[in-house]
Structure formats: structure tokens, C-alpha cells
């Protein structure tokens, strides 16, 4: 069931959110301070083109350069993914058949927000990391 609904995200709005993601870490790894976001934004856009199956936890060893970069995260993109993911999975959620792609939208809100100090891990072992 997973790999049928990756599939149909995948080909209704997966591709386009993983690209509009790989573009972001893109020009942040362009500008050569700003890499760590670069890097974060392809590990979001990873999961954007495949979220069912997988979760995101915290990691214990992210320190205070995360939590330093997550603020400057937040105010600068953060909320306004945050946005457009609350938006769209209220969109998906008005049909039956969107539902499951709606609550995938929801899903993505945290690490949106706060990207850095996660790690994305298969569903049944969310716990492996800590």
C-alpha cells in the first residue's frame, strides 16, 4: 500500500515539491554560508518525493548550531513552507482520495519548520537514531 500511494504522490504533487525543494538547496549551497540549509533542503526534498514509509525524528547530537540555524531557518523559509504545506494538505483533504496525501502534507510541517538536527527513517524504525 505504501509504494502505491509513494507512487501516486509521486505523480500528483511529490515531483514538483522535491523539485521546488532540490532548487532551494540549490541556490543555498550556491551561496557557500548558507550550505547546511542547501544540504537540508535535499534531504527534505528526498522525503517530499517519498513520504509514505518514512518519518522524521530529532538527533540527539544536533547541538546549538541547529538550533541557532533552525531560528534563521524559521523566520527566513520556514514559515512560509510551513504555509504552503497547511494550505495544501486542507486542499487535498476536501476529497476522500486526497486525504492520505493531505495528512502527507501535514507531515512535512515539522521538519519545514525546523529542518536541522532531524533525520529521516523508515516508519518501523523511527526510534534507531536515539
Known sequence: MKTL???LWLV???FWLALGYVLAGIICCVLVITIPFGVASFRIAGYALWPFGRTT???NDAGAGSAIGNVIWFVFAGWWL???HIVTGIAL???IIGIPFGIAN???IPVSLVPLG???V????PFATR
Open 12 to 14: 500528483l504533487s511529490g
Open 82 to 84: 510551513a504555509l504552503g
Open 106 to 108: 501535514f507531515k512535512m
Open 118 to 120: 532531524r533525520e529521516v
Open 93 to 95: 483533504c476536501v476529497t
Open 5 to 7: 500511494l509513494n507512487i
Open 57 to 59: 525524528v530529532v538527533r
Open 122 to 125: 523508515p516508519t518501523d524504525q
